[in-house]
């Protein structure tokens, strides 16, 4: 069995074990979803609504990646990182109006919400990975630092305001720590993760069926002009 996915080409066939037709169909597609080339968002929204009902491993982990890379990271942050203030869940420091987010800024971030933003932020960086130190996450967020006339470097950001996020996102039991070091998505975690991600996947496909209607009606009326 061969399956066609993205610009990705014919994908080896897979062993089939005893997970079955079906959940090996669903493998290849998995695999196709975390290699660089990401399947288009409408081909993994029809495998996310295929796999929705099933309640196997792979069942799941697709329906993971599915929901996750089918919405945008913009939309999805700016969802999660309101869900997260609304909620009042997430406690935040006494300094978050003072700090500097690395050694390399010059002044504290001008949106009085940049730490739920981050959080949103880290939360969704674990959720697609197994797990994720501070280190990474340092390296993440970093920038570039102005030397002036020489030539700029990149440079971490502050691993303490990272710590800071982690931990914050820890009490709330959104991560958990990893027998491997760093943390991981905890199961209550994934859950607001995944329903936050449906209801921004479900209302950017609603946009974009309202936006076609409109173009729709626009060219019938262009052609009832003409006639």
Same mark, same amino acid.
């Given at each position: 069995?061969?399956? *066609?996915?993205? *610009?990705? =080409?014919?994908? *080896?066939?897979?062993?089939?074990?005893?997970?079955?037709?079906?959940?090996?169909?669903?493998?290849?597609?998995? %695999?196709?979803?975390?290699?660089?080339?990401?399947?288009?968002?409408?081909?993994?929204?029809? +495998?996310?609504?295929?796999?929705? &009902?099933? =309640?196997?491993?792979?069942?799941?982990?697709?329906?993971?990646?599915?929901? /996750?890379?089918? /919405?945008?990271?913009?939309?999805?942050?700016?969802?999660?990182?309101?869900? +997260?203030?609304?909620?009042? &869940?997430?406690?935040?420091?006494?300094?978050?109006?003072?700090?500097?987010?690395?050694?390399? &800024? @010059?002044?504290?971030?001008?949106?009085?919400?940049?730490?739920?933003? !981050? #959080? #949103?932020?880290?939360?969704?960086?674990?959720?697609?990975?197994?797990?994720?130190?501070?280190?990474?996450?340092?390296?993440?967020?970093?920038? *570039?630092?102005? !030397?002036?006339?020489?030539?700029?470097?990149?440079?971490?950001?502050?691993?303490?305001?990272? !710590?800071? %996020?982690?931990?914050?996102?820890?009490?709330?039991?959104?991560?958990?720590?990893?027998?491997?070091?760093?943390?991981?998505?905890?199961?209550?975690?994934?859950?607001?993760?995944?329903?936050?991600?449906? #209801?921004?996947?479900?209302?950017?496909?609603? @946009?974009?069926?309202? @936006?076609?209607?409109?173009?729709?009606?626009?060219?019938?009326?262009?052609?009832?002009?003409?006639?």
């Amino acid at each position: 069995m061969t399956t *066609k996915v993205g *610009k990705l =080409g014919r994908l *080896k066939r897979l062993q089939q074990d005893e997970k079955g037709e079906r959940d090996s169909a669903i493998a290849v597609a998995v %695999v196709a979803a975390v290699a660089i080339a990401v399947p288009s968002e409408r081909g993994m929204f029809e +495998l996310y609504k295929a796999t929705s &009902k099933g =309640g196997s491993e792979w069942n799941n982990w697709a329906r993971r990646l599915t929901v /996750c890379w089918s /919405c945008s990271a913009e939309s999805f942050i700016k969802a999660y990182s309101s869900h +997260l203030k609304r909620s009042g &869940k997430l406690e935040i420091p006494t300094w978050v109006d003072i700090v500097k987010t690395g050694p390399q &800024k @010059e002044l504290a971030p001008y949106d009085p919400d940049w730490f739920y933003v !981050r #959080a #949103a932020a880290v939360a969704r960086h674990i959720y697609l990975r197994k797990h994720v130190g501070v280190g990474a996450l340092a390296k993440l967020h970093g920038t *570039k630092n102005r !030397r002036g006339t020489r030539p700029s470097h990149h440079r971490d950001s502050s691993t303490g305001v990272q !710590r800071s %996020v982690v931990q914050a996102l820890e009490k709330i039991g959104v991560l958990e720590a990893h027998p491997d070091g760093g943390r991981k998505i905890s199961q209550d975690g994934m859950r607001d993760l995944d329903r936050i991600a449906t #209801a921004v996947l479900e209302a950017e496909r609603e @946009e974009e069926e309202e @936006e076609s209607e409109e173009e729709e009606e626009e060219e019938d009326e262009e052609e009832a002009d003409e006639e």
